[in-house]
């Protein structure tokens, strides 16, 4: 497959670039600033603004599927998730690309309550904002009309720097579940395989899923 991975510089989404050319994808990476980037050999490295639709038309063109794995840390989140989810929306539906996965966040996600992780209790409220942020991106994929869209969330957090290198461990291994579930961890590398299993083969269908440890 062609697929484009928006956001492709961060741990998300170069874990989901390396996926696709360990399965021999042809991959646009999409990043704000090429320069600021290497790849590995056989992938386009290529400017883009995930929140302008014309942008998203122009690197997404020719391609099968997308990934969005984008963020920007410096914006106001419910500025950026909403502005970035019309502008693939719009962009995609402009080059024919009707495929859309899309990293998500766990606490926008039910917990077996049925009840958002962000709102039950004790979950942490400083980061409520971008999680906030998050679900007004998902809201606006919800209401969208023709794309065929997924929206798959780590069921807790990912495996971070400082939790030794499970972060990159590549098992082989996860689950699809509904709910979210604070104390699971899984490693950007078992997460991207659920990002490209979902590209490739679409079990979901404009629907949010968590993708637990395996």
Do not use: K
């Not at 780590?154 to 720097?161: I, K």
């Not at 290198?165 to 699971?184: K, L, Q, S």
């Amino acid at each position: 497959m062609n697929i484009v991975v928006f956001g492709a510089g961060g741990r998300a989404g170069r874990q989901a670039v390396a996926e696709a050319r360990r399965r021999g994808h042809r991959i646009t990476a999409v990043v704000r600033d090429p320069a600021a980037h290497g790849g590995p050999a056989g992938v386009g490295i290529v400017a883009g603004d995930v929140t302008d639709p014309l942008s998203v038309a122009r690197t997404a063109v020719g391609h099968g599927a997308a990934i969005s794995a984008a963020v920007d840390l410096s914006a106001p989140p419910a500025e950026f998730f909403t502005a970035s989810a019309r502008a693939l929306i719009t962009g995609l539906a402009e080059a024919e690309v009707d495929r859309l996965v899309a990293v998500g966040l766990a606490s926008v996600m039910p917990g077996p309550s049925g009840t958002l992780l962000m709102d039950g209790p004790g979950y942490p409220n400083e980061y409520r904002s971008f999680s906030l942020g998050h679900a007004a991106g998902l809201e606006e994929l919800r209401t969208s009309s023709g794309l065929n869209w997924a929206y798959m969330a780590p069921a807790g957090d990912f495996v971070h720097d400082d939790q030794g290198d499970r972060g990159e461990a590549r098992t082989g291994r996860y689950r699809i579940t509904e709910h979210g579930d604070p104390a699971d961890r899984i490693s950007y590398a078992d997460f991207a395989i659920a990002l490209l299993d979902e590209a490739e083969s679409p079990r979901h269908h404009g629907a949010a899923v968590c993708v637990r440890e395996g």
